[in-house]
């Protein structure tokens, strides 16, 4: 079982900066796929940016969506288990809940494909007003 809990968001003014926080815990796969969706009102969840790990983290790849490519950069501190989510000069579309997940599925899946996730957190509500 892997447990996700995010922290950080809040609201913003646009062109501002957010730092998400994910912290995972549990049986954390040896290879895996962990990052962010966001899903705003009346829309579908969406994936933001996402790490594959490989095993024994011989591989790091990350992915982004391309309406945050430039602005947002994903990180992840192995020791601590924390993912990161930098957001820089958010803009009111950014508007959403975040949500962490991950999921242990072998490398190649279309890596925003949300049904191959099976680990979500509660997420977190970003606001970024214009």
């Known amino acids: 079982e892997v447990q996700l809990v995010e922290s950080g968001g809040g609201s913003v003014q646009a062109g501002g900066s957010l730092k998400l926080s994910c912290q995972a815990s549990g049986d954390i796969y040896n290879a895996y796929y962990i990052g962010w969706f966001r899903q705003a009102p009346g829309k579908d969840r969406e994936g933001v940016a996402v790490?594959?790990?490989?095993?024994?983290?011989?591989?790091?790849?990350?992915y982004y969506a391309d309406s945050v490519k430039g602005r947002f950069t994903i990180s992840q501190d192995s020791d601590t288990r924390l993912i990161y989510l930098q957001m820089n000069s958010l803009q009111p579309e950014d508007t959403a809940m975040y949500y962490c997940a991950a999921s242990g599925a072998r490398a190649g899946i279309i890596w925003d494909d949300r049904n191959k996730y099976n680990y979500w957190g509660q997420g977190t509500q970003v606001t970024v007003s214009s």
């Open positions: 790490l594959y790990v490989g095993f024994w983290r011989s591989r790091l790849d990350s």
